[in-house]
């Protein structure tokens, strides 16, 4: 009995401590929403409520775009596209793709991946995730790998497997901003190399990436991940630009 009232008094003043420090970091750094800076509040997770009933939510079928096709093989065209939402470099909703590639947020890729979960469940067939890969000294720079993020989110939701080591980037080559649709098909030419393809041979896959603009980055995984065999591909991205 004398031990189980220490393990509670333990447990009662961790509690309090953590309690503590939380209201202490929140003195000095006060939680923001994401897109638009404001304070927020209880309850409320990355965006203010306001910034979350104006969220611009992709349309339920996500539209093929002229520039994709070029950059994807009929082999290996995926069957669906899913989006969450449309970027716009004008709108303050661009804040949440910044704040994950540049300010190393990385619990927001989690939890917009898991929203895209939501999204999609019910509705997406795919048996396994496979998340655009970086090369190996961007990752390290960054910390993480913004794409294995969003998929570890919507694995949450969708209850199937990531799997972060069947396509590697070989190749450390230049961002993909401000290039046109040629430069990008140009930019990642022969920049990943299959890796571990028994995991989805004969499998539908998930291929997912931060942003689809022009496709060039997705197609040249399609086309080395469809190296595998009887592959099915679907396609996720947090965000489609317009």
């Known amino acids: 009995m004398k031990h189980t009232g220490l393990w509670r008094f333990g447990a009662f003043l961790k509690g309090v401590l953590s309690a503590s420090g939380k209201a202490v970091a929140g003195l000095f750094y006060p939680r923001v929403c994401c897109v638009c800076g404001e304070g927020l509040v209880r309850g409320e997770e990355y965006m203010c409520t306001a910034c979350l009933a104006d969220f611009p939510f992709a349309d ?46 990385k619990m927001l890729g989690r939890y917009l991946g898991r929203m895209l979960g939501q999204k999609i469940r019910g509705k997406c067939t795919a048996d396994c995730i496979v998340p655009v890969p970086l090369h190996p000294k961007r990752e390290k720079a960054r910390g993480f790998n913004q794409a294995r993020e969003i998929a570890c989110g919507l694995a949450d939701v969708l209850e199937i497997p990531v799997y972060d080591d069947v396509i590697g980037r070989i190749q450390n080559n ?39 603009t022009t496709g060039a980055t997705v197609g040249a995984c399609l086309r080395v991940l469809s190296g595998a065999g009887k592959v099915r591909f679907s396609l996720g991205c947090l965000a489609q630009t317009l």
Request: net charge positive; with cysteine; glycine share 4%.
């Open 174 to 212: 230049a961002s993909q901003t401000g290039k046109n649709a040629s430069e990008r098909l140009k930019n990642v030419a022969n920049i990943f190399e299959l890796r571990q393809p028994q995991k989805i041979r004969g499998r539908h896959v998930l291929l997912v990436d931060d942003v689809i």
């Open 60 to 105: 339920e079928d996500f539209g093929w775009q002229p520039e994709m096709g070029s950059c994807w093989d009929s082999a290996c065209r995926p069957e669906k596209l899913y989006a969450l939402y449309y970027y716009n470099k004008f709108s303050p909703y661009k804040n949440l793709i910044y704040q994950i590639k540049y300010d190393s947020h």
